[in-house]
């Protein structure tokens, strides 16, 4: 137990108010070198911590400090670290989930928002925050009727800042676009990188799914509407480059896989990748615990493993150190190594969830596209 | 070659222009109905040249724009076999920036290894100082290389020579000759720089006050250096470049210096200003600017730096101090 909560402890007996000064005076959860100690306040049967750590128990109990309505856990998590989390609040049958009241930090996702734990060595980049220097770039929204999917598509389509029809300009295609744009500032961190002279002037098409768990595994049909729709029109409709050198693809998660999938079906036409946290489990050395709708994926990822071919230029993985898909991205590297493609790889100590993707922007798409930086002086 | 009149080096003039005022204070009435207009440059912009709005405006319209980006794209569509030849001595450049950039990143990792023995004493210091010295040797060993690339190309090709380009400079010269000055806008180093050569300006500017920001600035100077201490990949040792045009000798122009340097680490600093002395590292920033007065480019470095007003401009001293120059 942490000295103040020690001191608090032998304080409350004695004054009930020394509760509320600890809970005024101090910044939660109390973070030292190595520990993170969370704390809640309240009446309650019992609270529970809700994280999402892999390796970790998944809900920690919480102590109740005696004689007071606190309540504490403590959790082993090094310097450098972000992890997302809930309380959960038990009364009777009812279990209340929610943000952590005394944490003004929070990150937002498609199902609502957690919690942040930031410990030391932790900060948000600057670059992911709008910077007035930094000139827009302009998102166009665009509906189109897919034949190979079978539906209609909504995408919006990001030009730089000073874009110019006379000009040539590289090409990224980013699954889960809407996500990327709302839940990790993609449109700021463009028009940052792009302002830092660190990205290159691009055009990016954010698109979406519909049924995502069919359509990004491995889907035949959504491989055709990228390489045979969407890049077709986009390069009519737009002054790009139009080389491998010069089409990337992009996702998180099972966005990462779709991407994966499509530039495997199609080698030599996305030259650049950016795969982040991807659900590339596999089943050739024992079955695989990840469910059904793993199954296409595995059956791709199975195959690429005992038959590794290059089918990009350059491939950039990152992945959550605390999420369980850890495992399968350590595992996969190597053998995209193997085939001699260009492979930069990334880990972070955060988890699965949108702001690890975001932080990780600069790193793969400055990699991937790098921009004037040493060249430039305006 | 001839040299100009009184050199003037800004920093970035996007956010806080200061260039009206520093024309004005070089005695330089644009409004006047007499004054001939500031020729411009801003073919470090690439395709957006003509984009110059901005600058048209500040300069209270009374500009004309060189467009030396457009000249040099007309002569390259009309003249193919010099295109060839010039496409060729700019992948040689690149080649050689290229071989050059590896042997770099080997000695200048031996000098900080070599600062990281902190209890050498005099031992360390002379090792770091040979260190240096090998670097500065590469450093001369690039602009040497790089200059007889350049030196072949014009001799073997003649530019100057052909239709199209003489064309081009000809216009050029007769704009220069009818201007009150030349303000260089930044941009992109190697286009601004290789633009400036192909269509002669320096030819054309004796006695021209010229007003240069950014890239401009770089190009003004003996040595262009590019830099930055936070890119993204890779090493963060400044590179040479090229040769400038030797307008305001004895300086090392670096725009930017507070976003592209980390001006609270005195190592790096101090390395940086060792490196390119005795010419001193100077950092533009928005709103500084240093003129010399001095023209002809008959004077020594040291007579060169003797420069009559600045403001902002920062001194990055071989202690690794930084301060503003005094004024």
Redesign the interface.
Known sequence: MRPELEALRRDAVADPTAVDRFVDGHSFPLIDDSTSTFVYRGEADSVRLRHWVYGLAATPAFTRLDGTDLWYVVLDVPRDSRIEYKIEVIRGDHVESIQDPLNPFTARDPFGANSVLQTDGYERPAWTLPDP?ARSGTLVAHRSHSPALGRDVDLSLYLPA?F?P??RYPLLIVHDGSDYLDYSSMQVVLDNLIHRL?LAEILVAFSNPQDRLVEYADHEPHARYITDELVPWLETEFPLVATAGGRGLMGASFGAAASFAVARRHPEMFGRMLLQSGSFAFSDIGESERGPLFAPIEAMVNEFRADPEPFSERVFVSCGTFESLIYENRSLVPVLQSTGMEIRYVEARDGHNWENWRDRL??GL??LF?G??????? | MSAPGAVTLLGPQRLAPTLPDVVRAAGIDLQSSSCAPMATITAGWQEREDDDRDLVDALLGNTVNLRLYARAADIFERDTELTAAHSERGRRLRDLQSLYELRLGHAMDAVYELAERLDGGQLVDDEIRSALDAVRALDQRLLERSGEVIDEFVEQWRPAERDVVAAHRADVATILAESCGLAIAGGQVPTLLNRIHLLGVADHVAGLPVFAWSAGAMIATERIVVFHDDPPHGRRYARMFEHGLGWFPGVVAMPDARRRLHLDDPLRIGFLARRFAPAVCLGFDDGAHLVSPIDGGNSSSSERRDVIVRRGVLHLSDDGSVDELAA
């Open positions: 220097e000073r110019r006379t000009s660190e600069r790193d400055s990699w790098p004037p930086l040493w060249m430039v002086y305006e």
